[in-house]
């Protein structure tokens, strides 16, 4: 769309469609799995997945991209319930914590390295969608394959929005903060850095350092927030968005080299991607074990809804102001939400007790089979 000349704002809608498909296959997905099974849902999934990847190149009409990037987002929160569940199923109390550590490992490594493949065909061409469609297709390959049972996706205990809301406002809205922040970032970012005078080989490599900034920095991030107060930590985290793209903002200004975005993006992907784990901590302290799950579940909502909803305003700053109010629309929602934070410690300075404390542990924010695999909720 970008290389198409197509206006910003019409980019975001398109793009934030994606994540109404993730919203509603966080709903519906995981009664599509429970009814078929794991191996023909999936199978289903992963043929859609690869047929909407080349139908974009068949029907290049945006209102046509909106319906197909909605079906996009709900069939990759089936196969991903689908995966997660397995490997929920397949590991135990002492294994959880690792398989989920491997699973993020693997998670963002692969995300970074998508990204670099937009320099193995040009900008205008079909080549990343033909590419696109036919890694969908293989990975149908070990799941057809398997001679694994498949698992039991039991339902989960219920927790409504307003009781999270009042167990937890600060987590609830911050999870809601971090789908603006990532949302944005991933429907925007690449139209950003080609607007700014980057290639599309120096874009996708912009974007690959975001990511693994959030892969390298999410263990020094979880040591602060066992150690410190977490809105303290979450507020610095927030304030580090924000000071990072005001840096930018500089950069771009003087034309300082390079290694100096990269820098920031390193810092800005660390920064984002621990706002989400950060909520899921907060929350998790303040609520009984029995309901964990549940409550990732609903701040996973949240989330996705953010995510819906940042792309859409980020792409209507851009068309109207340029691509500095991308940054700039980043950093006043972190700052925003830093500030409110804080006002919040001095009206509730009250913590809990050091050993009902849960520790921090990163999470992905694909979809919520995966948060059985998080060491600190009960196994289903």
């Not at 390295?113 to 065909?121: D, E, F, M, N, R």
């Not at 305003?313 to 929602?333: D, K, N, V």
């Amino acid at each position: 769309m970008e290389a198409a000349d197509y206006p910003v704002a019409l980019t975001g809608v398109v793009m934030a469609s994606y994540y109404l498909g993730l919203v509603l296959g966080g709903y519906r997905a995981k009664r599509v799995i429970m009814r078929i099974g794991h191996i023909r849902a999936f199978s289903a999934f992963a043929a859609l997945t690869a047929a909407i990847c080349l139908a974009y190149g068949f029907f290049p009409t945006p209102i046509v991209w909106i319906i197909l990037r909605v079906i996009n987002g709900f069939c990759i929160a089936g196969m991903t319930t689908a995966i997660e569940s397995w490997l929920n199923e397949r590991s135990n109390n002492e294994t959880r914590g690792r398989v989920l550590g491997f699973y993020m490992l693997v998670f963002y490594l692969a995300v970074a390295t998508g990204q670099t493949l937009i320099s193995l065909a040009p900008d205008d061409s079909s080549g990343h969608l033909m590419l696109a469609s036919a890694l969908t297709g293989l990975a149908l390959v070990p799941i057809a394959m398997t001679r694994l049972g498949e698992p039991n996706l039991g339902e989960l205990r219920v927790l409504g929005v307003r009781r999270l809301y009042e167990v937890s406002r600060i987590g609830l809205a911050g999870a809601g903060v971090a789908g603006i922040l990532v949302g944005s970032f991933y429907a925007l970012s690449v139209v950003f850095a080609r607007q700014i005078g980057l290639s599309a080989s120096e874009a996708a490599l912009f974007v690959s350092t975001v990511v693994l900034g959030g892969l390298g920095l999410q263990v020094p991030v979880g040591m602060l927030a066992d150690k410190f107060d977490r809105r303290i930590v979450m507020s610095c985290i927030l304030i580090a968005v924000g000071a990072s793209w005001g840096l930018l903002s500089g950069a771009l200004a003087v034309e300082l080299p390079r290694a100096v975005l990269i820098v920031m993006a390193l810092a800005f992907g660390g920064a984002i991607s621990s706002v989400y784990p950060l909520c899921v901590a907060q929350v998790f302290d303040r609520l009984e074990r029995k309901y964990y799950v549940a409550a990732s579940g609903r701040l996973l909502m949240v989330y996705s809804i953010g995510a819906t909803i940042g792309p859409l305003l980020a792409a209507a700053l851009m068309s109207l102001y340029g691509p500095a109010s991308f940054f700039l629309f980043e950093s006043t929602i972190a700052v925003i939400y830093a500030l409110f934070l804080l006002l919040s410690m001095k009206a509730d300075g009250r913590l809990p007790a050091e050993e009902e404390r849960e520790k921090f542990v990163p999470l992905p924010d694909t979809s919520s089979a995966a948060l059985g695999l998080d060491p600190r909720t009960e196994p289903g």
